[in-house]
């Protein structure tokens, strides 16, 4: 079946700096989201993105959906401690109302 | 606040036992999905409902579950019997009918023993 995977895997990261994170597909999807779970919580919707190119930004965060529409990026400018969590791209599958998730991008943010 | 409610938050049951979860998805939210989270295979789709009506189950196993929506503001997940292997957190999730985006409630981790 179709699969999201995400880069990097995990990664610490010193309080000020900017992130970046990736999720690709072999497949084309026509809309990216990005959601972001905290410890004990469900996932939480952070920016959606509906076309190819589309930059969108959600205060710190900017997310770009790739031209080739197998991609997508999420970056998070001067991260603080509370950016800690797993964040998870996700698709809806074309002609489906279904979601599928990447396999996620812990973060760890060192004060 | 509209948010989807889940409970149990947390449910302990030893093998062979009867297990429900219970989701009251956001009102006015005509799809409910339920998700499992485990490590290893992250966050994957066992059902979804559209207007209540089933639409995909193919991520469930058959034998051990079933997922229903008696109405509109109750969707139920129920394994018989658990096992081992069905510990995770269940989640539920609704999405309203044009804006894209599911959204999650906080889960109910299930241990069985």
């Known amino acids: 079946g179709q699969q999201l995977n995400q880069s990097p895997q995990s990664m610490f990261i010193q309080e000020g700096e900017d992130v970046s994170m990736n999720c690709t597909s072999s497949s084309i999807f026509n809309t990216w989201l990005w959601y972001k779970q905290d410890p004990g919580e469900g996932p939480v919707l952070l920016i959606a993105l509906y076309k190819a190119g589309e930059l969108t930004s959600n205060g710190r965060l900017t997310a770009q959906f790739g031209t080739t529409r197998k991609d997508s990026f999420l970056n998070i400018s001067a991260s603080i401690p509370s950016d800690v969590g797993i964040y998870f791209c996700?698709?809806?599958?074309?002609?489906?109302?279904?979601?599928?998730f990447g396999t996620g991008t812990r973060l760890k943010v060192l004060a | 606040d509209a948010r989807v409610t889940q409970t149990p938050r947390d449910k302990v049951t030893e093998m062979g036992q009867e297990v429900t979860m219970r989701c009251q998805p956001i009102l006015g939210h005509n799809t409910v999905f339920w998700y499992r989270q485990t490590m290893m295979q992250g966050l994957e789709l066992l059902a979804y409902?559209?207007?209540?009506?089933?639409?995909?189950d193919s991520g469930m196993p058959k034998d051990r579950f079933s997922a229903e929506m008696p109405d509109a503001t109750l969707a139920t997940l129920k394994i018989q019997p658990s096992e081992p292997r069905d510990s995770a957190v269940y989640f539920c999730a609704s999405a309203p009918g044009r804006v894209l985006g599911a959204f999650f409630g906080q889960g109910t981790r299930l241990t069985v023993v």
């Open positions: 409902f559209r207007n209540r009506a089933p639409l995909d």
């Open positions: 996700a698709v809806r599958l074309s002609g489906t109302y279904k979601y599928i």
